[in-house]
């Protein structure tokens, strides 16, 4: 069982930023491979970032890109979501979810992000 919780959302002006964090239990968090979701009222939930299990491979939406860079540190049982020159459209409840070898996936509860204008 993988309980995946986030922390450090909360109100940003444009331009500003935020650390996003993850926590993970229950799980070899090694083993997972993450990804960073978010979803703005209205919206369908859309992938932002993923990084490999071994931290070795990360991609990113194409209008994240250059401004969120995604991070683990495997000791700590983390993944992180540095979200830089963050902009009004980046405003969305945003998710970690981890993938087990097997393909099972596992939330977090989401961390609200606000970017005002």
């Known amino acids: 069982q993988v309980q995946l919780v986030e922390s450090g959302g909360g109100l940003v002006q444009s331009g500003g930023s935020l650390r996003l964090a993850c926590a993970a239990s229950?799980?070899?968090?090694?083993?997972?491979?993450m990804s960073w979701y978010r979803q703005a009222p209205g919206k369908e939930r859309e992938w932002v970032a993923f990084i490999s299990a071994a931290g070795d491979f990360t991609d990113y939406e194409y209008f994240v890109k250059g401004r969120f860079t995604i991070s683990r540190d495997n000791a700590e049982e983390m993944v992180y979501l540095q979200m830089n020159n963050l902009k009004p459209e980046d405003t969305a409840v945003y998710y970690c979810?981890?993938?087990?070898?097997?393909?099972?996936?596992?939330w977090g509860q989401g961390t609200q992000v606000t970017v005002s204008s």
């Open positions: 979810k981890g993938r087990t070898p097997s393909g099972s996936d596992y």
């Open positions: 229950g799980f070899s968090f090694s083993s997972l491979a």
